[in-house]
């Protein structure tokens, strides 16, 4: 098909901005952009019908890590390293909550809750829960961690938690819809189906090669995350996560967000439903992969776990499952950063997008002058 004069005048060409990616950080990118440069002319490509990444397949937690991953943060990480990493994905979720507003995302503040099979490792944290309260108190103001008893009768666990206090839940579809609204409100063009297979630089200006035919833009951004290996040199390896949902429960009692192992399986309660997620830990190789897809693998563990700890003796049926790509790295830290001269890139937000997104998106926007 050729497209009218028209066409390339208004989507194509004299692109003063051009954000390949419609997630957490595209969106957020492309909306600071505008009001920077509220007389730019934006486009934003997403390669899916929907934001094909994570930002609408993950579980909806506004967390900042668990007392297991943050102590495993520290084996890699140092203290203040592990703050600054805290500090970002708190003032990220505070970021987006301001620019959406609670009710538009169904925010919740129900705590979030770590759940120990092992009673060594779970002493083993409990016991540095203080030093964690320690690290954060000139962020929180207050600790941040402490235990209670299993209120939720799960089964198969030590019957001690490990309770976040400022850890909430909100609802993933509602946030990327308000994200889209506010950038389309401003003027930000969204195109999708759209996948970008390269770039390459001109003087002030770059030529953005897609699946739909050359795109130009003064300067291009790239919020790509999982899928960033494809188009840039950059450290970074997808990542995928399977995640199914129960049919409705009735009196389904479970509220808050719940880790198990480090931060590897998590669920919560949506609309009186167990969503339960992980399993990565299982086979790291097959699930560093851009396909999305389940194996029956992770799935049946998953269910196993419905059975056996979260919903014992609870009649259940699977409704959905899906998978979602992340972007990880061997450090937690994001790369933001400039590719080239007209070239940016918000990358690699370690299964934290939800938490640091926003904030992300706003760094990228702010690498130009």
Same mark, same amino acid.
């Given at each position: 098909m050729n497209f009218s004069y028209w066409e390339y005048k208004e989507w194509f060409t004299n692109n003063d901005f051009i954000v390949v990616g419609s997630g957490i950080v595209g969106l957020n990118c492309a909306i600071r952009l505008k009001e920077r440069f509220p007389k730019s002319k934006i486009i934003v490509l997403e390669k899916g019908l929907l934001p094909q990444g994570a930002s609408t397949k993950n579980a909806g937690f506004a967390c900042f890590g668990s007392t297991s991953e943050l102590l495993s943060d520290l084996k890699n990480h140092t203290e203040e390293e592990v703050f600054r990493l805290v500090k970002m994905r708190w003032e990220g979720l505070q970021l987006m909550r301001s620019l959406l507003? *609670? !009710?538009n995302i169904d925010y919740q503040l129900n705590?979030?809750? $770590? %759940?120990?099979s092992d009673e060594v490792f779970f002493e083993k944290c409990k016991n /540095? !829960? $203080? *030093? %964690?309260?320690k690290l954060l108190l000139p962020l929180f103001k207050e600790s941040v961690f402490s235990t209670?008893?299993? @209120?939720f009768n799960f089964k198969n666990?030590?019957? =001690?938690?490990l309770v976040n206090q400022f850890e909430a839940q909100l609802d993933t579809g509602k946030m990327v819809s308000q994200l889209l609204k506010k950038a389309q409100e401003k003027g930000v063009k969204v195109l999708n189906n759209i996948s970008v297979l390269g770039f390459s630089e001109g003087t002030n200006q770059v030529k953005i090669n897609t699946s739909q035919g050359e795109f130009l833009a003064s300067k291009v951004f790239f919020a790509t995350n999982g899928f960033s290996k494809e188009l840039l040199k950059e450290s970074i390896s997808p990542a995928r996560a399977q995640v %199914?949902? =129960?049919?409705? +429960? @009735? *009196?389904?009692? +479970? /509220?808050g967000t719940f880790h198990l192992e480090e931060g590897y399986y998590y669920f919560r309660n +949506?609309?009186?439903? +167990?969503? %339960?997620g992980g399993g990565r830990n299982l086979d790291f190789e097959t699930e560093e992969t !851009?396909?999305?897809? $389940? =194996? =029956?693998?992770v799935q049946n563990k998953l269910e196993n776990l419905l059975k056996t700890t979260i919903l014992p003796n609870i009649d259940f049926k699977i409704t959905h499952r899906w998978s979602g790509i992340m972007g990880v790295g061997n450090q937690k830290k994001p790369i933001v950063k400039q590719l080239s001269e007209n070239s940016y890139c918000g990358i690699r937000l370690g299964g934290m997008g939800v938490a640091i997104g926003s904030l992300v998106g706003k760094e990228l926007a702010d690498l130009i002058d």
């Open positions: 507003g *609670d !009710t705590y979030g809750y $770590e %759940l120990f /540095k !829960t $203080e *030093d %964690l309260n209670a008893c299993n @209120k666990i030590v019957p =001690t938690y %199914l949902i =129960t049919s409705p +429960i @009735k *009196d389904l009692h +479970i /509220k +949506i609309n009186n439903r +167990i969503l %339960l !851009t396909q999305f897809g $389940e =194996t =029956t693998l």
